[in-house]
């Protein structure tokens, strides 16, 4: 079992940037893959991207690449999701998700861990 809290979140003006972490409770995080997902008002969850257990290449949707980046840190079992160049459509809910494994995931049934998320509000 694991339990995912979200921070970070916040209001911030189009070309910003913020840092989302997600703290895991338990003792096996290094063998669990993460992933972020962002669910906009009206729309279906959408995947942001996700790193292995190991963080070794993680990987992304094409709406995020070079501009998000994840990183984990096993030792204070957290996960990251650097986001820079903010865009007035990044504004949504953010939630990271965890799964057993070691792969990253990009199908969301895949995780069926799920924090409470974060929202993000980008202003143009």
Same mark, same amino acid.
């Given at each position: 079992?694991?339990q995912?809290?979200?921070s970070?979140?916040g209001l911030?003006?189009?070309g910003?940037?913020?840092?989302? !972490?997600?703290a895991?409770s338990?003792?096996?995080f !290094?063998s669990?893959?993460m992933?972020w997902?962002?669910?906009?008002?009206g729309?279906e969850?959408?995947f942001?991207g996700?790193i292995g257990?190991?963080?070794?290449t993680p990987?992304y949707?094409?709406s995020v690449?070079?501009r998000f980046?994840i !990183?984990?840190?096993n030792?204070k079992?957290?996960?990251y999701l650097?986001?820079?160049?903010l865009?007035?459509?990044?504004?949504?809910?953010?939630y990271c998700?965890a799964?057993?494994?070691?792969?990253?995931?990009?199908?969301?049934?895949?995780?069926?861990y799920w924090?409470?998320?974060?929202?993000?509000?980008?202003?143009s």
């Amino acid at each position: 079992q694991v339990q995912l809290v979200e921070s970070g979140g916040g209001l911030v003006a189009a070309g910003g940037s913020l840092r989302l !972490s997600c703290a895991a409770s338990g003792r096996t995080f !290094s063998s669990y893959t993460m992933g972020w997902f962002r669910q906009a008002p009206g729309k279906e969850r959408e995947f942001v991207g996700t790193i292995g257990w190991s963080g070794s290449t993680p990987y992304y949707a094409d709406s995020v690449k070079g501009r998000f980046t994840i !990183s984990r840190d096993n030792a204070k079992n957290t996960v990251y999701l650097q986001m820079n160049n903010l865009k007035a459509e990044d504004t949504a809910v953010y939630y990271c998700a965890a799964a057993y494994g070691s792969s990253g995931y990009r199908n969301r049934g895949m995780y069926p861990y799920w924090g409470q998320g974060t929202q993000v509000t980008v202003s143009s």
